[in-house]
């Protein structure tokens, strides 16, 4: 972690011009400036001669030259064998600073707290002291004083992004989870929003600190608003953990984690192979056990022949379901009824999956108006055939009208993030 020097506020002496002026502006100021009497002397005054050293060392930081800067603050304080208060404070603070800024971390640590102990410098200064040992502790992974220094710097005014930064995560790094949540609630509260990068440690807290609510909520914001897709394997798995999950709802997961390619497990294309079988969909079946036998997963080790029989059977049915659909379709009852009206999307959802999208989506549209008994369900599954077929606009439409469901709600809104989110 690179801890930037800030030049413009390398001194406290309103007498000593150490930041911004060149030489010359310098010169020129001192000529014109009336000689200070003792009663008239800034608490925070040096030595002409010390000034001079101190000004060369921030003009050699000004050209990049940070090393051999630090070398003239080293010469300034040998040449002086009893530095006054405000002499050692400059002195020590302009070494830690450039310390840091050459990566020497202890040794910076050290002179910005020795500058801190005599205590003879602004505020301004101070706080300057303080923010850059909050950044240099945290750097060392002493993440308590990190905490200590940053709280301090804040308690005396500052308002330094970074040093807000140390202290969030300085407490997240002690596993002071319940602390952090209320550090970036409040950043949050106070700034009107968090950078993707807080927002992340903010779902980390919660998911750490067992707030699954505010997790679930945080992580799908953002896969959803910030296409942070690392959140699709974690989200999937606590859909099935959802109270009040039914078996019978797990073909719709599977085929979302088809479609995001995060099926990684021979029994994940078995299963959902027999789910789509035992949904009357065998063409479907066949195609997620084709994609199982192409990756390498299946038809593999002590069960490939089993695997085989059940692909070989699952063929057969795919081809004895084309030759009926047709038929199927031409008789496709009314849907006054729960039966009837399951019979019709049954078969709409069969043609779909056989590539006669057109007359397929006409009879799941026309069992959504029946008794189904499962209407939630039927409308995910009409959304994710309008999505195959291309009439995404319309897809989404039926995904955001489940958003709200308590029971399908996320899936259907996983659903619809899976149409611009995809798998990293």
């Known amino acids: ?23 010359a502006a310098r010169a020129q100021a001192a000529a014109a400036a009336p000689p200070a009497s003792a009663a008239s002397a800034s608490p925070y005054a040096v030595r002409p001669d010390l000034a001079t050293k101190l000004n060369q060392a921030v003009d050699l930081f000004r050209a990049g030259k940070a090393a051999e800067a630090k070398v003239v603050i080293d010469q300034a304080q040998a040449a002086i064998a009893a530095p006054q208060p405000a002499e050692a404070t400059v002195l020590n603070r302009l070494r830690g600073l450039l310390a840091l800024q050459v990566d020497q971390v202890p040794e910076g640590i050290k002179s910005l707290e020795a500058a801190l102990a005599v205590n ?26 990190a905490v200590t220094w940053a709280r301090k710097a804040q308690a005396n005014g ?8 140390v202290l969030v995560r300085a407490t997240y790094l002690q ?50 608003d910030h296409g942070r897709s690392e959140y699709w394997a974690d989200l999937l798995s606590r859909v099935q953990r959802q109270a009040g999950w039914q078996p019978r709802w797990d073909i719709d997961l599977y085929r979302l984690r088809l479609q995001l390619d995060l099926m990684d497990e021979a029994d994940d294309y078995l299963v959902l192979a027999d789910l789509a079988a035992k949904a009357g969909l065998p063409a479907e079946a066949q195609k997620v056990l ?47 009824d729960a039966r009837a009206a399951t019979n019709t999307f049954n078969t709409g959802a069969a043609l779909v999956s056989v590539g006669q999208a057109e007359r397929g989506l006409e009879l799941m549209k026309a069992a959504l108006g029946g008794p189904l008994p499962d209407p939630a369900q ?26 709200g469901n308590e029971s ?12 611009t989110v995809k798998k990293s």
């Open 1 to 23: 972690m690179k801890l930037p020097l800030f030049a413009t506020q390398l001194c406290a002496a309103a007498a000593l011009t150490l930041t911004l002026a060149s030489p």
């Open 378 to 403: 039927a409308r995910l599954q009409y959304a994710q055939a309008l999505q195959r077929a291309g009439r995404t606009a319309e897809a989404t439409e039926q995904f955001k009208a489940l958003a």
């Open 120 to 145: 003879v410098q602004s505020p301004q200064d101070q706080l300057l002291c303080e923010e850059s040992l909050a950044r240099a502790q945290f750097s060392l992974k002493n993440y308590p004083a």
């Open 158 to 165: 500052s308002k330094s992004a970074p040093v807000q930064a």
């Open 175 to 224: 596993n002071d989870y319940a602390g952090t949540v209320k550090l970036l609630e409040a950043q949050q509260r106070a700034e009107g929003k968090l950078n993707v990068d807080d927002l992340r440690l903010l779902a980390s807290s919660y998911g750490l600190g067992k707030d699954d609510a505010n997790y679930l909520r945080m992580a799908e914001r953002l896969l959803v």
């Open 290 to 336: 084709d994609t199982g036998f192409a990756k390498g997963l299946l038809g593999k080790g002590s069960q490939a022949a089993e695997q085989q029989k059940f692909r070989a059977a699952i063929t057969k049915q795919a081809a004895d379901d084309r030759a009926s659909l047709s038929a199927a379709a031409a008789r496709a009852p009314a849907v006054a």
């Open 408 to 419: 399908l709600g996320l899936l259907a809104r996983l659903w619809q993030a899976a149409l």
